[in-house]
């Protein structure tokens, strides 16, 4: 990893953990204790659910492209099938409903899910990683 891209990471990794704090900072104003759990919480779930992507996906991509679309087919059902049970482990076993408040952790879920696309965004176009290469050949 270089050190721009180390730099990218680090600021990525700030500005997310900066909404995520508001984010739980509010929930905590909102609905006490259980806002603040719900959002923080839903900022680790998104951060898991999203940051595994680049992790698992990357390293296929790069040792064979023509695997890579099934690869992240696979992966996304794999990762649909792992919000679901997640989802229903928080909400329906042992008693964690009781300590998390729903509406702040879907909000919070929602908001931290757009400030990392945003930022996955932005660090991508920055990166000027060309789509295609057109080669040599006039066209």
Do not use: I
């Not at 695997?67 to 992240?72: C, G």
Request: hydrophobic share 60%; no cysteine; proline share 4%.
């Amino acid at each position: 990893m270089t050190s721009a891209q180390r730099g990218a990471v680090r600021t990525h990794v700030l500005a997310y953990a900066a909404v995520v704090a508001l984010a739980a900072v509010a929930g905590l104003a909102a609905r006490g204790t259980a806002g603040l759990l719900g959002a923080l919480l839903a900022g680790l779930v998104v951060a898991v659910f999203l940051g595994s992507t680049p992790v698992v996906l990357n390293p296929v991509a790069r040792s064979s492209p023509v695997l890579s679309l099934p690869a992240a087919v696979l992966f996304f059902l794999v990762k649909a099938f792992a919000a679901m049970a997640v989802l229903f482990l928080l909400f329906d076993v042992g008693g964690v409903a009781e300590h998390v408040d729903r509406r702040t952790f879907g909000l919070a879920a929602v908001l931290s899910s757009l400030v990392w696309t945003v930022l996955a965004t932005w660090s991508f176009r920055r990166r000027r990683v060309p789509t295609y290469d057109l080669g040599d050949t006039p066209s």
